[in-house]
Every structure is written in C-alpha cells, then in structure tokens.
C-alpha cells in the first residue's frame, strides 16, 4: 500500500483552471471587481507584506477525483490571508489546499438562480453522481469562517459564520451591514450608479460605517474637495479686492499680490 507522503499530488499548474462553463451574467464580472477594487487599501493595510490572495472565479481544489473539476468549488469571490498571491513566480490558476493548508477567510457566491445551488447543503454520501452540495463543501471540507450569499434580484446578502463547526445565520447590526471581524469591515448592500448600471450592489464598509470607495470614487472625491477649496480662495481674493491698500496692508496682505 502506497502512503500518502509518498503520492505526488497535483498542484495549482496541474490542475484545470476552468469547468467549460461561462459566467453565468454579466453583472458578475463588475461586482467582483467593486468588491477587489475597495477592498484592497484595507488589505494592504493588514498585509505590509503583501501576503493575501484575492480569488474570482478562480477554482478551490478540496479532494482529488475524477475528472478534478469535481474536487474543486469556483466562488465568485474569496480571499485567503497569510498567503503569496503567486506561486514561484506563477499566477495561481487555482487554490489547492492540499498545497496551502490555509482556507479563504471569506468566499461570496452571487445568485444567478433560485440560490438553491448556493444553499445546497448536500454531503458526499448523498450527492447523486458524486456531487456535492456547496454550502457543505463550505461549512465541512473547506471550513471556510465566513460565507456570502448575496442576490441582487432581491436586494439582499446572506452572511454565515462557521461557530462550532456550523454555519450560523447573522444578524445584521443597526446598519443592515455584516461585520467581518477579522478584516474589520462591514459587508453589506448599497444602491447605487457603478459601471453605468443603478443596482443594488454589494460592497464593503469599514467599522465606523464608512462606504470603502473604489479609486475613481477616491479620485473623484478628491476632484471635488480641490474644486470646493479652489472656489473658496476665489471668494476670499475676490472679497479682499473691494478693499483699500492700506486695509489690505493692515491685513499683513501685499495688495499686489492679488493681481
């Protein structure tokens, strides 16, 4: 009998990256890069070394099967802390735990459907075809602490957190908002203009409630607040023009200095 330490398993550049399929709409897509996009101050933040991984759509490898697409779940969003971004100088084309041993802090699974394939809690000696429920692959084999269900149809966002080995449904705080501790942020739905689309998208806040912004929001915030204090050194020179020389001497102003 051959010992486990003595099988070479496959790793991240062995295994498929893709199950064939597409993405399942096209609202996917942004909202991944809304939840990346926001995030990543934080996380540089939290991680000076860089140590994190961010994945979308991006295959987390469980158990080893036949064909391996079937050991592998793709959330359409997750992130993994205390781990390179690339391996050996390699973009990751999937999260193999049996080579990282660390689970995704958090995974998110947008709803396209009727959320039954998200809420599927279906364990391997049930499954029929072999198939396994995803929010059992979640809870029990990939233990993940956190768990996103969110449905744009409906508006809403669903958060699990794994307490004594379970799943337990979360309350939100007097925000409507999801605490995700460990990151020290807030998980919840904004309405809103991204991307030339007014949806009920889903974003991060920080603890205090502040809206984590994109870095056009950032850049557009800062275009404004320049404007507002270029307009306001207007108002002041315009104001200091109606008076006298001598007035604007007293002042300790050099009245030339406004020409």
Known sequence: MTSLSALTLPDHTQLPDSDGTFV??????????LLT??????????HPDSQYCIGQ????????TDPPEKGA???????????PPTLEGKTRRSYVL???YVAPLIVIEFVSGDGSEER????????????VGKFWVYEQAIRVPYYGIYEVAKAQVEVYHLIDNTYQLMKPNERGHY??????????????????????????????????LTGYERTEVERQRAEVERQKRLLITEKLRTLSPEQLNALGIDPEMLD
């Open 24 to 33: 399942k709409n096209w609202q996917e897509h942004p909202q991944s890069i």
């Open 37 to 46: 996009d926001s995030i990543t101050p934080v996380l540089e933040e939290l």
């Open 57 to 64: 759509d991006l295959g987390i490898y469980w158990r080893l």
């Open 73 to 83: 779940e793709a959330p359409d969003w997750f992130y993994v802390s205390n781990v």
């Open 98 to 100: 049996w080579k990282e």
């Open 120 to 131: 599927d809690n279906t364990p391997p000696s049930q499954g029929e075809g072999g198939n």
């Open 179 to 212: 605490p995700i501790a460990p990151m020290g942020v807030e998980l919840g739905i904004w309405q809103g203009l991204y991307q030339n689309a007014e949806l009920p998208w889903l974003r991060w806040w920080d603890a205090q409630g502040n809206l984590l």
